[in-house]
């Protein structure tokens, strides 16, 4: 699947069998990539960027970080993403990992929880070696370009997620996708015979975030994905679903059910996203 803006070309790849990569995409072009809101969606990842760096920005607290080639963790609040550069041409190669994958890597720096770390110093890969092999591709043939970083993914693998524990985490995950996150914590336990407290110790030592935090990321994710929205490359209208919602006056306890922040939380990463785009 592929989607053309400005000349950038974006393409996704179905990931190999191995259950460590839930997605791949390759994106490239002659400029910077657009802007974007990169949302909460309980997940880790892993990119490459080969072209221009990339300045993340925090939209309650303004704080601006320029970000190569990372391995992230799950975030809780939505973050800009804008080109360091953006006459400098893009080539970037991501993996959307599975929940439970930072477990499997055991990277330095635990699960990164709202944190990155160059993927490097982190998983002990040979940064320039894979950047030269990506480069050497075409990226025409995103499938082989995308494929040779999951198989670095996967042959960093220190410790397997035991048998048991993941098939739990793949069924509450799956359960908790397919309701679109509007699911109680109870409930996921109850479909993989657990007690609550039993879930919640699966998720501290395989997720690093909550049942219910990361419930909350899969329903923000997906009520913005749900519009039709491309959250990978049209930041305005991210931002316009975020702020419809904001000023719907839903109760409290809704607007933290359904994204994880307070209602003054969410008007203030809105209003920091809106004032971040109008400088671009």
Not at 203 to 217: K, Q, R, Y
């Amino acid at each position: 699947m592929a989607a053309v803006t400005s000349a950038r070309r974006s393409v996704t790849v179905a990931p190999g069998p191995s259950g460590l990569v839930e997605a791949l995409w390759v994106a490239h072009g002659p400029h910077g990539a657009p802007p974007r809101v990169a949302l909460p969606d309980g997940r880790p990842a892993a990119v490459v960027r080969l072209g221009g760096p990339v300045r993340w920005v925090d939209p309650l607290t303004r704080e601006t970080e320029v970000i190569g080639s990372v391995l992230r963790g799950p975030r809780s609040v939505p973050q800009v993403v804008l080109a360091d550069d953006p006459a400098a041409p893009s080539f970037e190669v991501g993996a959307r990992l599975a929940p439970w994958a930072l477990s499997a890597l055991r990277p330095d720096g635990g699960f990164l929880v709202d944190d990155h770390r160059p993927l490097a110093a982190v998983l002990g890969l040979d940064e320039e070696g894979l950047a030269a092999r990506l480069r050497a591709g075409d990226p025409e043939d995103a499938a082989a370009v995308a494929r040779a970083l999951e198989a670095e993914l996967v042959a960093a693998v220190r410790r397997p997620v035991p048998a048991g524990d993941r098939a739990d985490l793949e069924r509450v995950v799956r359960i908790a996708d397919t309701e679109r996150g509007l699911v109680r914590s109870i409930d996921l336990a109850r479909s993989v015979d657990r007690s609550l407290a039993s879930l919640h110790a699966l998720f501290a030592a395989h997720v690093g975030v909550t049942p219910a935090a990361f419930l909350s990321a899969v329903r923000l994710s997906c009520a913005v994905r749900e519009l039709g929205v491309d959250d990978r490359g049209d930041a305005p209208r991210v931002v316009a679903v975020l702020r419809s919602y904001a000023d719907a006056g839903y109760p409290q306890r809704e607007v933290e059910r359904f994204t994880g922040l307070s209602p003054l939380e969410l008007r203030r990463a809105v209003r920091g996203m809106e004032e971040v785009l109008a400088t671009v």
